[in-house]
Structures are given as C-alpha cells and as structure tokens.
C-alpha cells in the first residue's frame, strides 16, 4: 500500500482477492435466492433521510456479478410516496437480465422478468415497512429469489 494525494490510501489486496471476485458469477450460477438481513432496521432507519438508500454489499445470484438490494426505509421522494412506505430496488450491471422477486419480510413482488439498462429496478411503494419486522424484533430481512 502507498500513500496517494490528500490522503487517500492505496491498496493492492493482490491476485487472489481479483480471482475471487471473477470467478463469483460462476461460483454462484446456481444460487437463486439472497437473503439480506438489515441489522437494527429502525436505528438505520432514522439516520437515512426520506429519498436514500440503505444497500446490500455486492453480490452474484444466476450468474449475475455485482447486484446490489437498495432499501429507502423512509420511501422515495415524490408525490407517490406515502408516510409508512420503503421502495425496495435491485441493481445490476447495465445489459443483465433477470427474471425476479423481490421480498421485504413477507411482502413479495413479482416474478417479473427485467432488463437492466442503466439504473435500479424495483417499488418504490414495496410495502408498509412496520408489517414486515415482527414485533420485538430489531432485524429485517428481505432479498431477491431469481427464477
């Protein structure tokens, strides 16, 4: 590692963190469901602002590399959203195809076949965030099932 300008650290995590990270789509190619479990759901939820996301650490399902879940626990902005509401999204790399449900708790949507062209895919009125987390539970847990 060497220091770069203004402080920014540069570091070479060598050849095998790059072949990891190659080799996951075809590692994963049989994977078809990701569970993404948001710790302490409403402590994160009131430190992201209305109209931001919480995000998943990248992740290969059905031979897709780098998708990523995007939870706005306080909704989208926009005249849609409604007090109550989160917008669930997947992101994946521009020219992927996916066919797909979403879940937050037990909220389900889809299977939708979807086509990624630059930009997330998802609701952004998923559900009422409060029904989906058992009560005394701090934890969420939603994700993504590929058909």
């Known amino acids: 590692s060497e220091e770069g300008p203004e402080g920014l650290r540069l570091v070479n995590r060598g050849p095998e963190h790059f072949l990891q990270r190659e080799l996951a789509p ?3 190619r049989d994977v078809d469901r990701v569970e993404w479990r948001i710790r302490n759901i409403w402590k ?8 931001f996301p919480v995000c998943s650490p990248p992740f290969s399902i059905a031979g897709v590399r780098e998708v990523t879940l995007q939870l706005y626990p306080n909704g989208i902005e926009g005249k849609d959203n409604q007090d109550g ?3 669930f999204y997947v992101w994946c790399p521009t020219g992927e195809s996916l066919v797909m449900t979403l879940f937050v ?3 389900k949507k889809g299977p939708i076949k979807t086509d990624f062209e630059g930009g997330a895919k998802g609701h952004p009125r998923f559900c009422k965030l409060v029904d989906q987390i058992p009560e005394g539970e701090e934890d969420l847990v939603g994700g993504l099932v590929a058909h």
Do not use: F, W
């Open 85 to 87: 509401y989160c917008g």
């Open 26 to 28: 075809l590692t994963n």
């Open 105 to 107: 708790g037990e909220a």
């Open 44 to 51: 994160r939820a009131r430190e992201v602002p209305r109209g």
